[in-house]
């Protein structure tokens, strides 16, 4: 199956530092990338859609100049959090829609667990 | 209200046992419908796409309703892998919308 991997797994951050966070999908091109968010015992909330080459689309709420999203080609899509703060302590997933695949079928990555102290 | 609603459980059932979780959503325009498991600490994945006819994958079997706009999953002769928090997720076009998913444990 498509493979979509993170980089880093898990980051330890002070507060006021900007965090980069890696999605690749290894083996299959990806038109639309996504990034969630989920805090514990919650749902995964949508933050934004990522299209290669394209501006991201945010979700309401989600501000789009604290985290910034790049993507720039088929198979990499980077967040970056920036100006941490604690709360933004939380797991964040990408996932992404192959070009071959269904446009239904997003294959998820590993995700990051962020913690900003 | 929220989009997509799921009772949160916990559920905990006995090996062997058949269990069934409910969705309610409440967008209309809503097209697809998937549940996805997520073990602890991990990512979703899906688990299976539920077909307004109604489809089965070994022990698992979905249901919709979208008069009702509901959707069921039953579990039965439940093993302890099945151990997992299971999401309800609707989606009108690519996006995804993801209940707060029902923890399940199966007991030895």
């Known amino acids: 199956g498509a493979v979509v991997s993170q980089h880093p797994s898990r980051v330890i951050c002070k507060s006021g530092t900007s965090v980069k966070i890696e999605c690749r999908s290894l083996d299959f091109q990806a038109t639309t990338m996504f990034w969630y968010r989920q805090f514990p015992k919650q749902s995964l909330m949508l933050m934004a859609t990522?299209?290669?080459?394209?501006?991201?689309?945010?979700e309401q709420g989600v501000e789009k100049d604290k985290f910034l999203i790049n993507h720039a080609s088929l198979t990499l899509s980077t967040l970056t959090v920036t100006s941490a703060h604690p709360e933004d302590s939380s797991f964040y997933i990408c996932?992404?829609?192959?070009?071959?695949?269904?446009?239904?079928?997003?294959?998820f990555g590993p995700g990051t667990r962020l913690t900003v102290t | 209200r929220k989009e997509v609603e799921q009772d949160p459980g916990p559920f905990n059932v006995p090996e062997g046992a058949t269990v069934a979780f409910n969705c309610t959503y409440s967008?209309?325009?809503?097209?697809?419908f998937f549940w996805y498991r997520q073990d602890c600490r991990k990512e979703p994945k899906l688990l299976m796409s539920?077909?307004?006819s109604g489809n089965e994958d070994g022990r698992f079997t979905a249901q919709l309703n979208r008069a009702s706009q509901y959707i069921s999953l039953l579990i039965r002769d439940s093993k302890l892998s099945d151990s997992a928090t299971y999401l309800c997720v609707v989606s009108p076009d690519e996006k995804l919308t993801f209940g707060t998913g029902t923890r399940l444990t199966i007991i030895p």
């Open positions: 990522s299209n290669e080459g394209s501006k991201a689309t945010y």
């Open positions: 967008n209309s325009a809503s097209q697809s």
């Open positions: 539920v077909y307004s």
């Open positions: 996932s992404a829609i192959s070009l071959q695949g269904p446009s239904y079928e997003q294959y």
